[in-house]
Nanobody
Framework: QVQLMESGGGSVQAEGSLRLSCIAS?????????????YAWFRQAPGKEREVLAA???????AYAASVKGRFTISQDNAKNTLYHQLDSLKSEDTAIYYC???????????????????????WGQGTQVTVSS
């Protein structure tokens, strides 16, 4: 089982930057190949559904939502069991609670498959608030 904890949220003015971190309580890379995990960042604004921002598969393949591509960057440091999310050129509409999520990757031919919807993830952090003022 994976436990996740986000940090790094806060208040920032428009066009500012934040770096979110998500520490996993166990490293998937230290486990057998059947414990390879997908990681993803989601956000949820008041009155809106939880939306995916970016996902990274066990082989380092990354997918971004069109709304944040070019502004947000996902990365991971397996040695530190940490997932990062660099948020640049922030806008007021980026205000939301940001969550990291994890779930075992699905074997799909020779490559792992990772979901890009919230229902595809069973392990979640508690969330960190990001507030962008214009």
């Amino acid at each position: 089982q994976v436990q996740l904890m986000e940090s790094g949220g806060g208040s920032v003015q428009a066009e500012g930057s934040l770096r979110l971190s998500c520490i996993a309580s166990e490293s998937p890379t230290s486990k057998a190949i059947d414990r390879r995990y997908c990681y993803a960042w989601f956000r949820q604004a008041p009155g809106k559904e939880r939306e995916v921002l970016a996902a990274i598969d066990p082989e380092g393949g990354i997918a971004y939502a069109a709304s944040v591509k070019g502004r947000f960057t996902i990365s991971q440091d397996n040695a530190k069991n940490t997932l990062y999310h660099q948020l640049d050129s922030l806008k007021s509409e980026d205000t939301a609670i940001y969550y990291c999520a994890a779930d075992p990757a699905i074997p799909f031919g020779s490559s792992p498959y990772c979901y890009t919807v919230a229902t595809g993830y069973n392990y979640w952090g508690q969330g960190t608030q990001v507030t962008v003022s214009s």
